[in-house]
Protein backbone atom coordinates (compact mmCIF):
# COMPACT_ATOMS: atom_id res chain seq x y z
CA UNK A 1 0.00 0.00 0.00
CA UNK A 2 1.23 3.28 -1.09
CA UNK A 3 2.07 6.25 1.50
CA UNK A 4 0.78 9.85 -0.07
CA UNK A 5 2.29 13.09 1.22
CA UNK A 6 0.06 15.06 2.65
CA UNK A 7 1.76 17.99 4.68
CA UNK A 8 5.53 18.98 6.32
CA UNK A 9 6.13 20.06 9.51
CA UNK A 10 7.70 23.33 9.76
CA UNK A 11 8.46 24.08 13.34
CA UNK A 12 7.17 23.19 16.88
CA UNK A 13 4.44 25.46 18.25
CA UNK A 14 4.19 25.98 21.59
CA UNK A 15 6.07 24.27 24.67
CA UNK A 16 4.56 20.69 24.70
CA UNK A 17 5.06 19.21 22.23
CA UNK A 18 2.84 19.92 19.02
CA UNK A 19 4.19 20.48 15.55
CA UNK A 20 3.15 23.10 12.77
CA UNK A 21 2.07 21.21 9.50
CA UNK A 22 1.98 23.10 6.61
CA UNK A 23 -0.58 21.12 5.06
CA UNK A 24 -0.67 20.20 1.11
CA UNK A 25 -4.38 18.68 1.40
CA UNK A 26 -7.90 20.53 -0.68
CA UNK A 27 -9.10 21.45 3.35
CA UNK A 28 -6.90 21.53 6.35
CA UNK A 29 -10.01 20.25 8.69
CA UNK A 30 -8.81 16.73 6.76
CA UNK A 31 -6.45 15.93 10.00
CA UNK A 32 -9.53 16.14 11.86
CA UNK A 33 -10.90 13.21 10.11
CA UNK A 34 -7.26 11.07 10.95
CA UNK A 35 -6.34 8.94 14.01
CA UNK A 36 -3.06 8.86 12.70
CA UNK A 37 -0.16 9.97 10.46
CA UNK A 38 3.29 8.64 9.12
CA UNK A 39 6.06 10.97 9.62
CA UNK A 40 8.98 10.62 7.43
CA UNK A 41 12.44 11.07 9.16
CA UNK A 42 15.76 11.61 7.78
CA UNK A 43 18.03 12.44 10.54
CA UNK A 44 21.66 11.89 10.42
CA UNK A 45 21.97 9.59 7.47
CA UNK A 46 18.56 7.20 8.41
CA UNK A 47 15.93 6.88 7.27
CA UNK A 48 12.74 5.89 8.76
CA UNK A 49 9.00 5.89 8.87
CA UNK A 50 7.16 6.57 12.03
CA UNK A 51 3.54 6.14 12.58
CA UNK A 52 2.26 8.62 14.99
CA UNK A 53 -1.51 9.06 16.92
CA UNK A 54 -3.01 12.48 16.45
CA UNK A 55 -3.75 13.48 20.04
CA UNK A 56 -5.32 16.80 19.20
CA UNK A 57 -5.99 18.83 16.21
CA UNK A 58 -5.97 22.78 15.99
CA UNK A 59 -5.31 25.50 13.72
CA UNK A 60 -3.02 28.58 13.69
CA UNK A 61 -4.29 31.06 10.25
CA UNK A 62 -3.13 28.32 7.29
CA UNK A 63 -1.25 26.05 9.22
CA UNK A 64 -2.55 22.68 11.20
CA UNK A 65 -0.55 22.01 14.52
CA UNK A 66 -0.82 18.32 15.65
CA UNK A 67 -0.40 16.78 19.40
CA UNK A 68 1.28 14.03 17.97
CA UNK A 69 1.71 11.14 21.45
CA UNK A 70 4.95 10.58 22.38
CA UNK A 71 6.19 13.72 21.25
CA UNK A 72 5.50 16.13 24.74
CA UNK A 73 8.12 18.70 24.88
CA UNK A 74 9.52 21.45 22.08
CA UNK A 75 12.51 19.54 21.63
CA UNK A 76 11.02 16.41 20.56
CA UNK A 77 8.73 18.60 18.21
CA UNK A 78 11.41 20.24 16.94
CA UNK A 79 12.85 16.76 16.07
CA UNK A 80 10.77 16.74 13.49
CA UNK A 81 10.99 19.57 11.49
CA UNK A 82 11.12 19.52 8.01
CA UNK A 83 9.65 15.92 8.01
CA UNK A 84 6.87 15.17 5.54
CA UNK A 85 3.60 13.54 7.02
CA UNK A 86 1.96 11.23 4.98
CA UNK A 87 -1.52 8.91 5.44
CA UNK A 88 -1.95 5.41 3.49
CA UNK A 89 -4.02 4.71 0.58
CA UNK A 90 -6.81 3.27 3.19
CA UNK A 91 -6.98 6.97 4.05
CA UNK A 92 -7.99 8.19 1.30
CA UNK A 93 -11.28 10.34 1.30
CA UNK A 94 -13.85 9.07 -1.12
CA UNK A 95 -14.32 11.44 -3.82
CA UNK A 96 -17.45 12.69 -5.34
CA UNK A 97 -18.04 11.27 -9.19
CA UNK A 98 -16.14 13.63 -11.79
CA UNK A 99 -13.31 14.41 -9.36
CA UNK A 100 -10.18 13.03 -9.12
CA UNK A 101 -6.85 12.23 -7.20
CA UNK A 102 -4.03 14.57 -9.15
CA UNK A 103 -1.92 11.33 -8.05
CA UNK A 104 -4.23 9.64 -10.55
CA UNK A 105 -4.45 11.64 -13.84
CA UNK A 106 -0.41 12.20 -13.74
CA UNK A 107 0.61 9.52 -16.49
CA UNK A 108 -3.25 9.46 -17.79
CA UNK A 109 -3.07 9.53 -22.27
CA UNK A 110 -4.49 12.87 -23.60
CA UNK A 111 -6.40 11.82 -26.91
CA UNK A 112 -8.46 14.54 -28.79
CA UNK A 113 -11.11 14.04 -31.19
CA UNK A 114 -13.27 16.47 -33.19
CA UNK A 115 -15.37 18.92 -32.34
CA UNK A 116 -18.92 17.62 -32.16
CA UNK A 117 -17.86 13.69 -32.75
CA UNK A 118 -19.34 11.42 -30.74
CA UNK A 119 -16.49 10.78 -28.08
CA UNK A 120 -17.65 6.73 -27.50
CA UNK A 121 -17.29 6.05 -31.09
CA UNK A 122 -14.61 8.46 -32.14
CA UNK A 123 -10.71 7.64 -32.52
CA UNK A 124 -8.73 10.23 -31.65
CA UNK A 125 -4.91 11.29 -31.96
CA UNK A 126 -2.86 11.17 -28.99
CA UNK A 127 -1.64 14.48 -27.93
CA UNK A 128 0.40 13.31 -25.26
CA UNK A 129 0.69 12.51 -21.15
CA UNK A 130 -0.25 14.64 -18.07
CA UNK A 131 2.94 15.51 -16.62
CA UNK A 132 1.19 17.96 -13.76
CA UNK A 133 -2.12 19.42 -12.54
CA UNK A 134 -1.70 22.83 -11.71
CA UNK A 135 -4.12 23.96 -9.29
CA UNK A 136 -3.64 27.72 -8.74
CA UNK A 137 -6.09 29.74 -10.58
CA UNK A 138 -10.02 29.13 -11.06
CA UNK A 139 -9.71 25.64 -12.47
CA UNK A 140 -7.28 23.09 -12.84
CA UNK A 141 -5.24 23.26 -15.67
CA UNK A 142 -3.87 19.79 -17.07
CA UNK A 143 -0.25 19.93 -17.72
CA UNK A 144 0.61 17.64 -20.75
CA UNK A 145 3.95 16.63 -22.72
CA UNK A 146 3.51 15.94 -25.92
CA UNK A 147 4.65 13.15 -27.95
CA UNK A 148 7.28 16.06 -29.47
CA UNK A 149 8.71 16.78 -26.20
CA UNK A 150 6.94 19.86 -25.67
CA UNK A 151 4.73 21.13 -22.71
CA UNK A 152 1.26 22.57 -23.28
CA UNK A 153 -1.27 23.45 -20.77
CA UNK A 154 -5.29 22.87 -21.33
CA UNK A 155 -7.65 23.91 -18.76
CA UNK A 156 -9.50 21.37 -17.01
CA UNK A 157 -13.41 23.03 -17.96
CA UNK A 158 -15.84 21.12 -19.69
CA UNK A 159 -15.50 22.88 -22.87
CA UNK A 160 -12.22 20.73 -23.48
CA UNK A 161 -12.56 17.55 -21.21
CA UNK A 162 -14.60 15.53 -22.90
CA UNK A 163 -14.14 12.18 -20.34
CA UNK A 164 -11.81 11.00 -17.71
CA UNK A 165 -11.08 6.88 -17.47
CA UNK A 166 -8.49 6.33 -15.08
CA UNK A 167 -8.77 2.36 -15.04
CA UNK A 168 -7.52 2.88 -18.62
CA UNK A 169 -5.67 5.71 -17.84
CA UNK A 170 -6.95 7.84 -20.59
CA UNK A 171 -8.37 11.37 -20.75
CA UNK A 172 -10.25 12.11 -23.62
CA UNK A 173 -10.61 16.26 -24.40
CA UNK A 174 -11.92 18.00 -27.55
CA UNK A 175 -9.68 20.82 -28.19
CA UNK A 176 -11.04 23.99 -30.86
CA UNK A 177 -9.08 23.78 -34.07
CA UNK A 178 -6.08 25.83 -33.89
CA UNK A 179 -5.38 25.21 -29.84
CA UNK A 180 -2.36 22.92 -30.58
CA UNK A 181 -0.82 25.52 -32.21
CA UNK A 182 -1.18 28.44 -30.36
CA UNK A 183 -1.14 26.82 -26.68
CA UNK A 184 0.47 28.40 -24.27
CA UNK A 185 3.72 26.07 -23.75
CA UNK A 186 4.59 25.46 -19.77
Given amino acids: MENIKIGKIVN ?3 LRGEVKV ?3 SDYKERFEELDEVIVERNAAGKHAMEKHIIENVRYQKNMV ?3 LKGVDDR ?3 EELKDCDVYITEADLRQLPEDTFYVRDLIGCRVVNVPSGSDIEGTEGSEIGVI ?3 LQNSAQDI ?3 KTREGREILIPAVGEFVKKINISEKTVTVSLIPG ?3 GAIEA
Avoid: M, P, R
Fill in 12 to 14: AAG
Fill in 131 to 133: SDV
Fill in 179 to 181: FLD
Fill in 142 to 144: YQV
Fill in 75 to 77: NGA
Fill in 22 to 24: YHY
Fill in 65 to 67: ILK
